[in-house]
C-alpha cells in the first residue's frame, strides 16, 4: 500500500486539488502569489495629538513680546527727558550715552518683533523652530522683575515638550 495522496479544495473553485499543487487545474488559481487577505493592511499614519500647551506658550510669547515693546518704548521717552536736564558741560556725554540706550531699545524692540511673531506661529502650531527661536529671544526681555524672561523662559519648556504637535 502506497502513502495516502493529500488533497485539498481549491479556494477559487471549491475542486478537490493536489495538497502540493502550485496552480489549480481546473480554475488557474496560482497558490505561489499571496491571496488578497494575505497581503499587509497599509495602514494611515495616526494623526498628530493636539493639546494646548502650543497655545498656551504662544499666549505667553504674546504676553512676552507686549511687555518688551512697552519697556523699550518708556526706555527710549525717558531718555530724551533725561538729556534735557543735564548740565551742558555734560551734554556732549549724556547725548552719547542716551543714544548707546536708544539703540539697546531698538535693538530689544526687534527681538520683541521676533518674540511676538514666535507666539504667533505657536498658537498655529506652525514653525516650531521659529516659535523656539521666538521663546529664547523673550529670555533676554526683563521686563519689571524679570517676568517676562520667567515667562519667556516657561513658554520655551512648554514647546520643547509639545514639538511634534507643529506642522
Excluded at 13 to 41: K, S
Aim: hydrophobic content about 55%.
Amino acid at each position: 500500500m502506497g502513502t495516502p495522496v493529500q488533497e485539498r479544495k481549491c479556494v477559487s473553485c471549491g475542486r478537490t486539488i493536489q495538497w502540493d499543487a502550485n496552480v489549480c487545474p481546473y480554475c488557474g488559481h496560482d497558490y505561489r502569489q499571496p491571496m488578497p487577505m494575505q497581503q499587509p493592511m497599509i495602514m494611515a499614519p495616526a494623526p498628530k495629538p493636539k493639546t494646548v500647551i502650543p497655545i498656551v506658550a504662544g499666549g505667553l510669547l504674546i504676553v512676552v513680546a507686549a511687555i518688551w515693546i512697552i519697556e523699550a518704548s518708556v526706555i527710549i521717552a525717558a531718555t530724551g527727558g533725561v538729556v534735557s536736564w543735564i548740565p551742558i558741560d555734560f551734554a556732549g556725554l549724556a547725548s552719547f550715552i542716551s543714544g548707546i540706550i536708544i539703540v539697546f531699545a531698538a535693538i530689544g524692540a526687534i527681538l520683541a518683533v521676533i518674540s511676538l511673531l514666535g507666539g504667533i506661529f505657536a498658537t498655529q502650531r506652525r514653525h516650531a523652530g521659529l516659535a523656539i527661536i521666538g521663546a529664547i529671544f523673550g529670555i533676554f526681555a526683563i521686563g519689571p522683575y524679570g517676568i517676562a524672561s520667567i515667562l519667556s523662559l516657561i513658554a520655551l519648556l512648554l514647546l520643547a515638550v509639545s514639538h511634534n504637535e507643529f506642522d
